[in-house]
C-alpha cells in the first residue's frame, strides 16, 4: 500500500495557495482540535472503563442534562484550543458564553465554536457520537472576542469539520477546497507522541441523486407541508409520483447521518416544526448546521432551512436553532421548490389513506 499523507502534509498540500502564515495558522489550528479528538476517540472507545457513562449532574448551556462524556469532552477541547496561539476564543454547546484564551485572547486570529458530544443519547447504547466543529476569523484581532465577534454567518467559516466516533475514527474536513477525510490511526501515540491521522480519501463528492432520507418520523404531526408532502412521496415508493422505492434510516446522531450521505448520499432533514414556536428547529446554526452546510457544499450537496442557504444566515445568538434539510443537490432542489409554492404541497389525495405519513387536515 502506498504510503498515505499525514493530516499535516495533506492540509500543507491543500493549503497550497494560502499565504505560508495563514497556512501554518490554520493547520496548528486544526491539530490542536485534532489532537483532542483524538483523545475524545480514546475516551469514547473505553466504553465503560473510562468511567465516562452516565449523567453529569448539571446541565448546559440551554439547561438539557450533561452527560459525563460531553462535560469531558468539552474539557478537552477547550484545554487543547487554550493551547494553540492562534486561538484567541472559543464557544461550545456546553457553555452560555464564549470563553477566552488564557495567553491569546489579543493575538490569536481565529474563533471556533464546536459541540464536543454530539448524539450523547446514543453514548450508553455504543451508537456512533461525533464532535462537530468549525473555526471562524476573529477579526477584530488584537481586540478582545465578544459574543458579537461570533455572529459571522457559514459562508465566513475557514475550516468545518466533524470527527465520527464509530468501528473507526473519522475526522471531515474542509477548508474551504473540497473535502478531506482523515482515519486516526489508533496503533500510534505511543511514548506521549501525538497520535496520527492519515489522509484516507480526498474530493469527497456527494451523489446529486439518492434514494435514501433521514428524519425523526415520530414528530410527523408538527411538520410543515412542504416537508409532509416530500415524505410521504417518498414513502409512497413506486406507485407514488417519485415512481422509485425510497429507503429510511435515523440514528439520532447528526455526525453519523452526515457521514452516511458523505458516503453515499441521501437527504438529512431536521425541520422546522410547531412543537415549540419560539425554537424554529432543533439543532444549533454556529455548531451543528453552519459547519455541516460548508462540508455538504463543498462535497457538491446543498444545506438550507427551508426557503434559505443555511450558510447565508447571520446569527443572533450562539446558541441559536434553525431547521435542518441537507443533502444530495437534486432532492434538496426539490424540498426547496416545495416550500417556495405554497400551492403545490396542499392536497395530494392519495396519501391521506396511508397509515404512517397521514396528510393533516388543511
Ligand atoms: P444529543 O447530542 O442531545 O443527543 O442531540 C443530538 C442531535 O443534536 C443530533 O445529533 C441529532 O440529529 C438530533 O439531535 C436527534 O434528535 P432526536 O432525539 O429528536 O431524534
Excluded at 495557495?17 to 489532537?35: F, K, M, R
Excluded at 457538491?300 to 444530495?328: F, K, M, W, Y
Aim: net charge negative; hydrophobic share 40%; with cysteine.
Amino acid at each position: 500500500m502506498h504510503e498515505m499523507l499525514t493530516l499535516e502534509q495533506a492540509l500543507a498540500q491543500n493549503l497550497s495557495d494560502a499565504a505560508p502564515e495563514v497556512a501554518t495558522a490554520l493547520i496548528d489550528t486544526i491539530g490542536a482540535i485534532a489532537q483532542a479528538c483524538a483523545r475524545i476517540s480514546d475516551l469514547a472507545g473505553q466504553g465503560m472503563l473510562a468511567g465516562a457513562h452516565g449523567l453529569a449532574d448539571s446541565a448546559n448551556s440551554q439547561g438539557e442534562a450533561q452527560k459525563k462524556l460531553d462535560v469531558l469532552s468539552d474539557e478537552l477541547m477547550s484545554h487543547h484550543l487554550d493551547g494553540c496561539r492562534h486561538v484567541a476564543g472559543w464557544a461550545s454547546e456546553e457553555h452560555e458564553c464564549h470563553l477566552l484564551s488564557k495567553q491569546h485572547a489579543r493575538k490569536g486570529r481565529y474563533l471556533v465554536v464546536y459541540d464536543p458530544l454530539d448524539g450523547s443519547s446514543n453514548i450508553e447504547a455504543n451508537i456512533s457520537i461525533g464532535t462537530i466543529f468549525s473555526v471562524l476569523p476573529h477579526v477584530y484581532s488584537g481586540m478582545l472576542p465578544t459574543d458579537s465577534s461570533y455572529m459571522q454567518p457559514g459562508h465566513e467559516q475557514l475550516v468545518a469539520g466533524y470527527v465520527l466516533y464509530g468501528p473507526a475514527t473519522i475526522m471531515v474536513l474542509s477548508c474551504r477546497r473540497g473535502v478531506l477525510m482523515f482515519t486516526l490511526d489508533k496503533r500510534s501515540g505511543a511514548h506521549g507522541e501525538p497520535m496520527r491521522w492519515l489522509l484516507t480519501q480526498e474530493a469527497v463528492q456527494i451523489p446529486a441523486h439518492t434514494k435514501e432520507f433521514a428524519i425523526n418520523a415520530s414528530n410527523q404531526r408538527f411538520w410543515e407541508k412542504p416537508v409532509q408532502r416530500y415524505i410521504a412521496e417518498c414513502v409512497a415508493g413506486e406507485n407514488g409520483p417519485r415512481m422509485k422505492d425510497f429507503n429510511m434510516r435515523w440514528v439520532a446522531s447528526m455526525v453519523a447521518e452526515v457521514h452516511r450521505i458523505m458516503t453515499r448520499g441521501g437527504v438529512f432533514m431536521y425541520p422546522r416544526d410547531t412543537r415549540e414556536p419560539r425554537k424554529p428547529g432543533r439543532l444549533r446554526l454556529m455548531y451543528e448546521a453552519a459547519p455541516m452546510a460548508m462540508l455538504v457544499e463543498q462535497a457538491g450537496g446543498r444545506a438550507v432551512n427551508g426557503t434559505s442557504e443555511l450558510l447565508d444566515l447571520i446569527p443572533d445568538t450562539l446558541h441559536q436553532r434553525v431547521p435542518v434539510i441537507l443533502g444530495s443537490r437534486e432532492e434538496i432542489d426539490r424540498i426547496v421548490s416545495y416550500h417556495a409554492d405554497p400551492h403545490e404541497n396542499v392536497s395530494w389525495q392519495l396519501f391521506k389513506t396511508r397509515s404512517l405519513f397521514v396528510q393533516p387536515q388543511a
